[in-house]
């Protein structure tokens, strides 16, 4: 669909759905700034293709493990291009589909708003790995999250995503 949402990206945003039927849908109900990666295809050629058109793309895959799947596959291809990277961390049995049709255009809007950066998502799918509720939960999680905020460039990431690791496990920064 991006020859048709290129002509849509008044805020430089291209929104990454799985397949075509999550784009008709979203098409339907007016959000029109969509493609459909159809899944495992999505390739480093086209992140590059996507960096023509849009600054910041949202990946909303759907949340199955199959999803959670494409969704890694994807957020490790696009973090090496130039983009912003979001990530719609879409609940287990929805997809944007059915979540526009059960929540309308704004609500969809809305969640989309409250897309997680790549360090957010990633932090979340630890969080949901571990009990934050126990000692060992939160140390392991705390040992994982070191290792994602290792990955980061710079000192304001480094800080801004330590403190909220800390203020979640209880852990000294």
Do not use: W
């Not at 989309?112 to 060992?136: C, F, G, M, P, R």
């Amino acid at each position: 669909n991006l020859n048709h949402c290129k002509n849509f990206l008044d805020a430089g945003q291209i929104l990454i759905v799985e397949g075509y039927m999550d784009v008709i849908s979203l098409y339907e109900k007016g959000i029109r700034n969509t493609v459909a990666a159809l899944g495992t295809a999505f390739t480093p050629f086209h992140g590059k293709i996507l960096e023509r058109y849009a600054n910041e793309v949202i990946i909303a895959f759907d949340g199955d493990s199959a999803g959670k799947s494409a969704t890694e596959k994807a957020m490790n291809i696009l973090k090496k291009t130039g983009l912003n990277v979001k990530i719609l961390n879409l609940p287990i049995n929805e997809d944007p589909d059915s979540f526009v049709r059960k929540y309308g255009q704004q609500g969809f809007a809305d969640f989309v708003a409250k897309a997680l950066t790549i360090v957010e998502y990633q932090l979340e799918l630890l969080k949901s790995h571990n009990d934050l509720s126990q000692t060992d939960g939160r140390l392991r999680y705390g040992n994982e999250a070191m290792k994602i905020l290792r990955q980061l460039e710079t000192a304001v990431e480094i800080d801004y995503y330590s403190k909220m690791v800390a203020a979640q496990t209880g852990i000294n920064q």
